[in-house]
């Protein structure tokens, strides 16, 4: 039997009333791959991961994370996502800890106690991320770059093997960004599947694999620098409509 790709986007269209986000987008990744998500603002970046995570439902077509529909994926803890920040209510009254905890969730019963376990899985993930000192500070204490850092614990906490980005290096500082960098390359390392979305076209070629260019629907998907390329970016960004 053939394994099924880490990450299935078939055919998928999204609108927001007459707004067309998403226009049958088709998209495989396989497994141990880091995968830049590229495009201007307004491209679907955002609505192809709330799509991936079930965030936002499709008007037509369907997405498979290691062959399951993403709510048997979520429930079987595969599914990591981080936001965007402003998707965050950083005002809420929970530490660190806790928000890393949250990703143990499946794991535990319905009492949601933590065991053993749960304990060391998270203090492995904030070990991990750096945030050990930080463990105890209420999450909207924290720098963005330490918040983002939060939430790439709390899927290593779940055990996710599929993680969703967006953003993740935007209002970060250097300290955070390297971290987070090294962190992705182990994850990656050790077989997760990791979709990026992000502006830094910069710095794409040294931390991905695969790039995916997006205007609404996929201009290019493959290495880098196949996608990184004048005529491509100049469709994505809005100076020309695509074909």
Not at 54 to 82: D, F
Not at 87 to 113: E, K, S
Request: proline share 5%; hydrophobic share 40%.
């Amino acid at each position: 039997m053939t394994t099924p790709p880490a990450l299935e986007v078939r055919e998928v269209t999204v609108r927001y009333g007459d707004v067309l986000a998403l226009d049958n987008v088709t998209v495989e990744i396989g497994r141990g791959v880091v995968c830049g998500l590229l495009g201007a603002n307004g491209s679907g970046k955002s609505t192809l991961l709330k799509t991936i995570a079930e965030l936002v439902t499709p008007q037509s077509g369907h997405v498979r994370i290691h062959g399951l529909p993403p709510a048997q994926a979520r429930k079987n803890g595969l599914l990591g996502y981080v936001p965007q920040s402003e998707q965050v209510d950083w005002a809420f009254p929970v530490r660190v800890i806790d928000v890393v905890m949250m990703g143990r969730y499946g794991h535990m019963g319905l009492t949601r106690r933590p065991r053993k376990s749960d304990r060391d899985a998270v203090a492995e993930a904030l070990e991990r991320t750096g945030l050990t000192d930080l463990a105890h500070r209420q999450i909207g204490a924290l720098s963005g770059g330490q918040r983002k850092r939060a939430f790439i614990a709390r899927g290593i906490a779940q055990g996710a093997t599929v993680f969703l980005l967006d953003e993740p290096f935007a209002g970060v500082d250097k300290p955070s960004e390297r971290t987070i960098v090294r962190v992705l390359r182990e994850m990656r390392d050790e077989g997760a599947t990791l979709l990026v979305s992000t502006h830094d076209l910069a710095g794409v070629g040294e931390l991905c694999d695969e790039a995916i260019l997006l205007h609404r629907r996929v201009l290019a998907h493959g290495s880098p620098d196949r996608v990184l390329v004048p005529e491509l970016m100049l469709r994505a960004f809005g100076l020309e409509e695509p074909a």
